[in-house]
């Protein structure tokens, strides 16, 4: 038997649309995504929606609508009202709803995984990662009665004392990337609505279920009923979030485009807009390099999820000798398993859509048109029993230099670029010559070349033999230079930070004034 939250987050499940359909002939309204509003979840009234295929397969999954004018207003108004009374709740009931929703969230964590499987096609055990990752932040959050200690300064004169305290802003808005439909939402709304707030929600069109399931295990955790909506759709729900006068802040992943136009448009109405964008993530190999540890984990960094990682390692820089190590690499490569996600073993997924995999080409074929060497060809790869999936094996090319397209723009595909470098020096002047500054690694056996790297390279996040160093929550996610807009951080205490403002109150109680009151003996309690 299922218990309770279970049948109900599959149930949620079902509204998206999430498992495979049938009789196609059917009106498309018949198997739409729904909006959450208000702790329901509600049809669209929507005339235009987005389809939603299994990148495996390419069957249709659903059809996401672009929330009408109305919902999302709706939306909006059931968020200003919900946070009248959710800003006056006390921290300790904000942390007991965390603690549920990390619970639940991990008794459901294979079947939100599922969700992602299906609708974003990365490997059902990266997909259970994709969760995690997204739990730890939920853990974070149960500590939110530390995190939004204040400062006090008492006396500071006499009879006087100064004290601060962290207040919520109000509506806040998530919008959010295909690449963690769980992760990222996650990174969002626990933080917003732990500090008080409320947050309307828009996942990517491409894979809503993982959001919606986990809208009903946080109203199943206590959440209260319009301090999570979720809205869906394209530019004109980008578009409402970042006019919406209730909006006070915007939280973003995902591309330059969409990144830099929210983070301006949000920005000129008022809003705090962090945005965190695209990345070119450079590994650096020296010499003294464990060979067999730094290889492998080069190919997991680069080919792991199809390359849809912002943090991913999508280009490596040899090091003196260490660029005869590029054939083994290419080796590795080849014995990589691409496949679709439910199938054990797979290693390389599908991407997101056949635009995604033909942009991908259009680069891989740039480079070789502008004098790179494809000493690992992914194109064209067969897929047994998937012929119609997004197909794009790993695929590596050498002799990679600065301005070649393929170097210059983020792939975010199964593609790994390499170059060379003489030295360690001519290694951190390349990759501070890139406009990203998400993250960097390097692989080395010493700790003066380990600790020179760290500190004269750019990047806001730096791996020691570790290829993708995403902070856990505890820290923040630091992404840097053209890789973010915004100077505060996600989750961690910049995510505090972002989701509270500052309140000071200087007081002054004469002590000429205190009366004397009667003894109380009773035990005295915090509620």
């Not at 932040?137 to 006499?158: D, F, K, R, W």
């Not at 933080?191 to 491409?206: D, F, H, Q, V, Y």
């Amino acid at each position: 038997l299922l218990s309770p939250t279970r049948s109900k987050m599959l149930q949620a499940a079902r509204m998206t649309g999430a498992t495979a359909l049938r009789g196609a002939a059917r009106p498309m309204s018949t198997y739409a995504t729904k909006n959450f509003i208000n702790g329901k979840f509600v049809d669209s009234d929507a005339t235009e929606f987005f389809p939603l295929h299994n990148p495996a397969t390419n069957e249709l999954l659903t059809n996401v609508p672009q929330s009408t004018q109305a919902e999302m207003q709706a939306a909006s108004d059931g968020a200003a009202e919900a946070f009248k009374s959710w800003k006056n709740s006390s921290v300790m009931a904000r942390q007991t709803v965390m603690f549920n929703l990390a619970r639940l969230l991990r008794e459901n964590q294979t079947e939100i995984a599922k969700s992602i499987t299906r609708e974003q096609g990365k490997t059902l055990p990266d997909a259970e990662g994709d969760v995690l990752r997204g739990i730890q932040v939920v853990e974070y959050a149960c500590g939110i009665p530390n995190l939004l200690l204040g400062e006090t300064s008492s006396p500071v004169a006499q009879d006087m004392e100064i004290q601060s305290y962290r207040m919520p802003l109000g509506v806040t808005a998530g919008i959010c990337p295909f690449n963690f439909p769980a992760m990222i939402p996650l990174w969002m709304f626990p933080m917003a609505a732990a500090c008080g707030n409320t947050m309307i929600l828009k996942p990517s069109e491409r894979d809503p279920g993982a959001a919606m399931m986990m809208a009903q295990l946080a109203q199943d955790a206590g959440l209260p009923d319009g301090v999570l909506n979720i809205i869906h759709g394209g530019h004109d729900a980008v578009n409402f979030l970042c006019d919406d006068p209730a909006v006070k802040a915007i939280s973003f992943v995902g591309g330059d485009a969409a990144g830099k136009h929210i983070y301006d448009r949000g920005g000129s109405n008022g809003k705090r807009v962090q945005s965190n964008m695209g990345a070119k993530n450079h590994g650096v190999v020296m010499p003294d390099a464990n060979k067999n540890a730094t290889l492998n984990q080069l190919v997991g960094a680069a080919f792991g999820a199809a390359g849809q990682r912002c943090m991913a390692l999508p280009h490596a820089v040899f090091v003196g000798e260490a660029k005869e190590w590029i054939p083994e690499l290419v080796d590795m490569a080849k014995g990589l398993q691409t496949n679709e996600g439910f199938v054990p073993g797979t290693d390389v997924c599908p991407m997101i859509s056949p635009a995604a995999v033909e942009r991908a080409h259009a680069l891989i074929q740039s480079g070789v048109d502008q004098g790179a060497e494809l000493v690992l060809d992914g194109r064209g790869i067969e897929v047994p029993g998937f012929p119609n999936g997004n197909w794009l094996g790993p695929t590596i090319l050498s002799k990679v230099t600065e301005g070649m397209d393929c170097y210059e723009t983020e792939i975010f595909g199964p593609v790994m670029t390499c170059s060379e470098a003489d030295s360690l020096d001519e290694a951190i002047d390349l990759i501070n010559r890139n406009k990203y500054g998400n993250g960097t690694a390097i692989f080395t056996t010493s700790g003066a070349v380990a600790r020179k790297f760290t500190f004269e390279t750019e990047a806001g996040q730096v791996g020691v033999n570790v290829p993708i160093p995403v902070p856990l929550p505890m820290f923040s996610f630091t992404g840097n230079k053209a890789s973010i807009l915004g100077d505060l951080n996600f989750y961690g205490k910049g995510g505090v930070q972002f989701y509270t403002q500052l309140k000071t109150v200087t007081s002054l109680w004469r002590g000429t004034d205190a009366t004397t009151l009667s003894a109380q003996t009773v035990m005295p309690t915090m509620k």
